[in-house]
Each structure stands twice: as structure tokens, then as C-alpha cells.
């Protein structure tokens, strides 16, 4: 008799031990399936309460709707848009009217001055001059090349900053010695002294094990098949020993000795399925990217727009229907920056593409980029730039050239071509296509 026993359509090999877990009871819309799968079963999904809505991010993300607090959701009262809450604050005097209360002119500050210079403060301590202390200077204290002090009797003596200088230095020396000799404390680069006896100059002599020289020592590490002495010797050994290493080891080039012999086949035999070379054209390229239909080749429906339900950017206006929402990767519906920001990251087109990062280049190393031969440049700077090269040429056929360069900047793109629109400059890039096309003729 079978063990196999068939159970709400599963075969179980052991139909006497019960089943672990609980049997729930699923309505037809609760299933993993319908979990999984909601843009199919979008339509029979349980919405969200009405009480419970205005807490939801997708109720406060709608576009064309007003963000506001979810407290305030349900509230009747009507806010005006220079609604502002809260009690109102006074003004007050500002500081500059304060200060500019005080400021007199003409007679009113003179009589002022009349009414102060009465005061102590006002007399000893006057606005804009030093303290007055009541000394009876004598007249050459006025005069303006007076200087206090006692002067230098010969100008090249020692001088008291001599003497301190030098004491501070022996000081110093003293503290230096003391350090060594306590905490073997050095200075940068010298050499320590611990106070060893040697038969020797210590500063002339090298300590260690001295090789002996060898000549030719490159040349015999790269051609030692030349050289007897580089390589070891040929040794001897018993037949049974190579024929027990050929079978328990691995050769290099060849495969794994089994012990059976060689099989009865040619030399140059391949083992293995040859590849079908007729008209089966299925190689590896054609494995990994199959063969798909002009359907498959399509971009996919959610390219550039939600089709997530309660996620999709609704428009407003006929002619958003097939736009695409975000930022694009490079921004050239703004205006081109001639003087950018460190912390500006955005891309004006400007910037090198994949292949200038794989392939840099020659000039790379030398701290020049291809912005600088898309430069725009005055027409005396580009015909200096090129005579320092060598491409010295008369006024008219120049002339020629660089009308001919600006023609070609005109049919180029990007930001270096817009910056150059309408302005008497054209770039380095663009005058060596002219060189190249004009050079040869006269």
C-alpha cells in the first residue's frame, strides 16, 4: 500500500503526524498575491479611512495642494494668506536715533564744551589727547624729535640685550646638557652620545657586516642562464624517484598522470564538443542578449512617470501630458556660469565625458585640461599663444583664419560655443582646425 495520501491537493508521505501552524481562513482579496501585486488588483485594494487620510504622506504630497498641519485639516475658520498669529510687537527708539539724539553742532556744542571743561575728567583726560597729569615740561619736551631715555655712549658696544642674550643662550645650553644626561633627550638630527670609549672616530665609521661586492650583479639576475655560477647545478637522481613525482604531483603543462597509459590518440588531439560552425550563429553574444522583438526594444512604460497608484503626477495642462517630470543630468535650461562656485556641482555641459576619463589627455600631466582649448580667446592672445609654437603668419592670411575659426565655433554646441556667441573670440581648439584646413594654402 502507498504511504502517499493526497491533502487539499498536496501529496504528503506521512499522513498520520498533523500539520504545524494554523489554518487561516483568507477572503478572496488577502492573499499573498494580492500583495504582492497591487497594480493588478488595484481596484479591489481597501482605501484609507477618511479619519485617518489627512495623516498620510500621499494625502499631503498632492500637487496643486496647499501643505498644511494635519490638525488643521478639518478647521472652518477662514485664514487670510497675511494671516499672522500671535500678539504684535511695538516698535521702539532704534540705537541710531538714540546716539544721534546727543550729536550737537555749531553754537550748541561750543556752549556744551563751555559747560564740561569745568569737570576734572574734562581737564585731565581731554577727547583724542593723552592723559594730563599737570607736569611743567621744560620747552624742548615740545619739539617733535625729543626722546626720553639715556643714550648709547659708542654706537658698536655691547648692549644690555647683548648681555641678557647671551646669558639666556648659556642657560639654555645648560638646561639642553641636563635633559640628555637625565632623560636622553636629543636634539633633532644629533647624533646621542652615551659616553662610550672608542678606538675609533665614531663620526667617520660605519658599524655592521660588510658584503662583499659583486659585479655584474643586474646583468647576472636577468641572463642567469648565462652566468655558471647563477643558477645550481645539475644533480643526479634515481630514475624511481621522477617516475614516483610524475604520477603523485602535478606537471606543469601537462595533465595528471592516472597511471593508465597514454590513450591511442594523436598528439594534437583536443578532448571536449567541437562548436557547431554551420548555420547555428548562437555564440556567446547571442546567449546573453537572446534574440528580442521590436516590443522588447521599447523603453518601459514607467520611463520618466510614476505609474504607481496613488503616486502618479497628475498635470494641469494638455501639453504636460508626455512630459517628463525631474531634473535633467545636465543643465542647459539655465544660464551658463562663466565664474562658478566650488560648492556648485551642477553640470552646464562643460564638463569631459566618459571616454576623456578612460583616455586622458597628452597634456593631462602638465595641469591642462580640454576647458582650456575650449576657452574663448581675444584675438591677440591667440595669436600670440600660436607664434610661441611656431605658427607665425602675415595679417591678411591670420586674418582669414581667424574668421574661418569663429565660423566654426558658431556650429558647435555647448557651453564654451555660447559663451563665445557674439563676441570677437574663438577658441584654441577651433583656430587649430582653421590651421589645419588654411596652413597649407597661400
Known amino acids: 500500500m502507498s504511504l502517499l495520501t493526497s491533502t487539499h491537493g498536496r501529496f504528503e508521505q506521512a499522513p498520520n503526524i498533523r500539520a504545524a ?8 482579496n488577502e492573499g499573498t498575491e494580492y500583495s504582492l501585486k497591487p497594480d493588478i488588483y488595484k481596484g479591489e485594494q481597501p482605501g484609507t ?33 497675511n494671516q499672522r498669529f500671535g500678539k504684535k510687537t511695538f516698535n521702539s527708539d532704534h540705537v541710531s536715533d538714540v546716539i544721534k539724539a546727543q550729536t550737537l553742532k555749531g553754537l550748541a556744542d561750543k556752549f556744551n564744551d563751555i559747560k564740561e571743561s569745568k569737570y576734572a575728567s574734562q581737564q585731565r583726560e581731554p577727547l583724542a589727547q593723552s592723559f594730563v597729569r599737570g607736569y611743567n615740561w621744560p620747552e624742548k619736551v615740545n619739539q617733535g624729535e625729543f626722546q626720553f631715555g639715556v643714550q648709547s655712549i659708542t654706537p658698536g658696544t655691547e648692549t644690555v640685550k647683548d648681555i641678557f642674550s647671551a646669558q639666556q643662550a648659556e642657560e639654555d645650553e645648560n638646561i639642553r646638557k641636563m635633559y640628555i644626561k637625565t632623560h636622553g633627550n636629543f636634539a633633532s638630527g644629533e647624533q646621542k652620545d652615551r659616553g662610550y670609549t672608542w678606538n675609533f672616530d665614531k663620526s667617520h665609521h660605519r658599524f655592521g657586516y660588510g658584503e662583499q661586492r659583486l659585479l655584474n650583479g643586474a646583468a647576472m639576475s636577468i641572463h642567469n642562464e648565462r652566468f655558471d655560477n647563477a643558477f645550481p647545478k645539475t644533480v643526479i637522481v634515481k630514475k624511481t624517484v621522477e617516475d614516483v613525482k610524475a604520477v603523485t604531483t602535478d606537471m606543469l603543462g601537462t595533465s595528471k598522470n592516472l597511471g593508465q597509459g597514454r590513450p591511442p590518440l594523436p598528439t594534437d588531439h583536443s578532448f571536449g564538443v567541437k562548436n557547431i560552425l554551420g548555420n547555428d550563429i548562437w555564440n556567446a553574444a547571442k546567449c546573453i542578449h537572446g534574440e528580442p522583438t521590436e516590443k522588447e526594444l521599447q523603453p518601459d512604460r514607467d520611463l520618466g512617470k510614476s505609474v504607481k497608484p496613488g503616486c502618479r503626477n497628475v498635470v494641469r495642462k494638455p501639453e504636460d501630458v508626455v512630459r517628463s517630470f525631474g531634473t535633467p543630468t545636465v543643465r542647459t535650461d539655465i544660464p551658463f556660469k562663466e565664474k562658478r562656485s566650488v560648492a556648485d556641482y551642477q553640470n552646464y555641459g562643460d564638463e569631459p565625458e566618459a571616454v576623456d576619463l578612460l583616455f586622458p589627455s597628452t597634456f593631462t600631466e602638465l595641469g591642462i585640461t580640454e576647458y582650456d582649448f575650449q576657452l574663448p580667446r581675444s584675438r591677440d592672445e591667440i595669436k600670440t599663444l600660436f607664434e610661441r609654437i611656431g605658427f607665425t603668419y602675415k595679417v591678411g592670411k591670420f586674418n582669414a583664419m581667424y574668421n574661418r575659426a569663429k565660423e566654426l565655433m558658431q556650429g558647435q554646441s555647448g557651453a564654451a560655443a555660447a559663451a ?10 577651433a583656430f587649430m582646425m582653421a590651421v589645419k584646413e588654411l596652413h597649407a594654402i597661400e
Open 21 to 28: 501552524g494554523k489554518y487561516i481562513a483568507l477572503g478572496p
Open 420 to 429: 563665445a556667441a557674439g563676441a570677437d573670440t574663438v577658441s584654441v581648439r
Open 49 to 81: 479611512p477618511e479619519h485617518i487620510k489627512r495623516y498620510r504622506k500621499s494625502f499631503q504630497n498632492q500637487p496643486g495642494i496647499k501643505q498644511i498641519h494635519p490638525g488643521m485639516v478639518n478647521d472652518q475658520i477662514p485664514i487670510a494668506e
